[in-house]
């Protein structure tokens, strides 16, 4: 059965252009207020010249960001002959190419699809995930992940994850310094870290706030439903998924917090920055509806 872009569908593409383009603009005039901050008329310009460059590069380098946040690494058939098989026939179901696959070491059971579109589109689930799931709730899943490959909302999502992995940059050279001198948080640049985070998170967020609205998820997990025929499922690996997110909470730093929105469900504690960055409805909601779809009554 073919994901259709039709009635609710595409809506969504219009709110997600509509959300990318405000994104851009408020980037765009952040940067050009910082310039005028610092050399007047002339500072402006030179803002939203850096705006265009860090649009670019979110834009191009969007897949690669988010697939080097999580350590993806492809995934061949022989490896997952299983996964394979499912992303196939489901590709087949809705008339959609079938995307790149890629594996992430995280223990969190999770997912996600990046690209630019359906043709660029590569699809990550974690060891976790494929480790609590069952047949028919992977199905599931991959379902959802294929349905956000054939909306209009994947550009968006990745964008919007490229822009904000790329706003965080200088808090990420900091933990790499961090890292190779072995320094604790408690350290000079821990404290460095945490306050560049504290400067350039909430902008990263609101980028990500202003091109992602909730209401894909719900999209995407009735699109699934339609295409597997079997909301129940979808609903089932929902409830593993979030338990698992809570009890394996990823840590949120500025390259992960840029790209959790295009995950299955949120994968951080809803505690400090990364409350900011929360763009997914309540698992409960999305189940609740998912059951309503096969007829269950509350």
Known sequence: ??????GPRAAGRAAAAAGVATAVVVLMAGFALIGVGVAGAGGAV??????????AAGYAGCDRLALAAMLARPVSEVEQPELYRLVRELS?????????????????PNSFTVGRGP?????????????VLDEAELRGVLGHELAH???????????????????????GLVR?????????????????????????????????RLAVSPEREYRADAAAALLTGDPVALASALRKADAGAAE??????????????????????HEGVARLFATHPPAGERVRRLEALAGYRR
């Open 248 to 269: 394996l909470p990823l840590p949120p730093d500025g390259r992960r917090l840029s790209v959790g929105h295009l995950m299955l469900v949120g994968p951080f504690r």
């Open 176 to 208: 790499f310094a961090r890292g190779g001198s072995g320094a604790g948080a408690g350290s000079g640049l821990g404290r460095a870290e945490s306050m560049l985070m504290g400067v350039f998170g909430p902008m990263a967020a609101v980028l990500v």
């Open 119 to 131: 043709r660029t589109a590569t699809l990550c689930c974690t060891e976790g995930l494929l480790r």
């Open 92 to 108: 087949k179901a809705g008339r959609l190419p079938v995307p790149r696959l890629f594996m992430s070491p995280a223990e969190q």
């Open 1 to 6: 059965m073919a994901v259709h872009d039709h």
């Open 46 to 55: 030179a803002g939203i010249a850096v705006a265009v460059v860090l649009t």
């Open 149 to 171: 490959g054939s909306g209009h909302d994947l550009l968006a999502s990745s964008m919007s994850a490229g822009l904000a992995t790329v706003i965080t940059f200088p808090a």
